[in-house]
């Protein structure tokens, strides 16, 4: 079969080096990736709750009306 030989030093600095710059980066990319690529759901469901809230302020609004008492004189 395959015989593997053993890295030599500056070979795995290279390796560690780059395994750590590129969970760095994914790190990064995995945080900021909502900023960057915002998800068109979170808009609709933004417009469906503030809709939603309106009419629940529509229903709560309430209206008082005050009858006119007609006194009678005597």
Not at 27 to 40: D, E, H
Request: net charge positive.
């Amino acid at each position: 079969m395959w015989k593997v030989q053993p890295l030599n030093h500056s070979q795995k600095q290279r390796i560690t080096s780059n395994l750590f710059v590129a969970v760095a980066v994914g790190a990064i990319l995995t945080v900021a990736g909502p900023t960057l690529l915002p998800c068109p759901a979170y808009e609709l469901n933004d417009k469906s709750a503030y809709l939603e809230e309106q009419k629940k302020q529509q229903r709560k609004k309430v209206i008082i009306v005050k009858k006119r008492r007609d006194t009678i004189e005597s």
